[in-house]
């Protein structure tokens, strides 16, 4: 299963960087997160190995292609700015994987495993909207 996962994650940056130009770096975060999304919506389904693998295509293609295409955003967005924005982009990523890591460990601690993937479901939709929402307000008026 890692190695599918990893496997994944090397073709969802490739295919980032040969589409982002034409895409747009914005576009791109949209799309690498849901599919992660979608692998979340769908993570009840993952009740055997095989299943497990289907469900991670998915979050594989997305997760490690988002960062790449956010930080291709925010270097496109401020390119003078571009190595304190990309330093804080990593330092939020590791914010957050600390905040979901314990949001997961208070469900463990609370028997509510089964809410996991849609406690995560809900937090990428409000990331999609937020990122969707940074776009709206970029565009000329």
Same mark, same amino acid.
């Given at each position: 299963?890692?190695?599918?996962?990893?496997?994944?994650?090397?073709?969802?940056?490739? %295919?980032?960087?040969?589409?982002?130009?034409?895409?747009?770096?914005?576009?791109?975060?949209?799309?690498?997160?849901?599919?992660?999304?979608? =692998?979340?919506?769908?993570?009840?389904?993952? =009740?055997?190995?095989?299943?497990?693998? %289907?469900?991670?295509?998915?979050?594989?293609?997305?997760?490690?292609?988002?960062?790449?295409?956010?930080?291709?955003?925010?270097?496109?967005?401020?390119?003078?700015?571009?190595?304190?924005?990309?330093?804080?982009? =990593? =330092?939020?990523?590791?914010?957050?994987?600390?905040?979901?890591?314990?949001?997961?460990?208070?469900?463990?601690?609370?028997?509510?495993?089964?809410?996991?993937?849609?406690?995560?479901?809900?937090?990428?939709?409000?990331?999609?909207?937020?990122?969707?929402?940074?776009?709206?307000?970029?565009?000329?008026?």
């Amino acid at each position: 299963m890692w190695a599918l996962f990893g496997a994944c994650g090397l073709v969802g940056n490739m %295919v980032v960087s040969r589409f982002i130009d034409r895409v747009g770096a914005g576009r791109m975060v949209l799309i690498t997160t849901a599919l992660i999304t979608l =692998s979340l919506l769908l993570w009840p389904l993952a =009740s055997t190995l095989a299943w497990l693998a %289907v469900v991670l295509v998915p979050w594989g293609l997305g997760c490690f292609a988002t960062n790449s295409a956010q930080q291709a955003r925010l270097v496109g967005l401020a390119p003078a700015l571009a190595p304190g924005s990309v330093a804080l982009n =990593s =330092s939020g990523i590791y914010t957050g994987q600390a905040v979901g890591a314990a949001l997961g460990g208070w469900l463990l601690a609370h028997d509510a495993q089964v809410w996991m993937s849609w406690v995560g479901f809900a937090l990428l939709l409000v990331a999609i909207t937020l990122s969707a929402a940074i776009d709206r307000s970029r565009r000329p008026a």
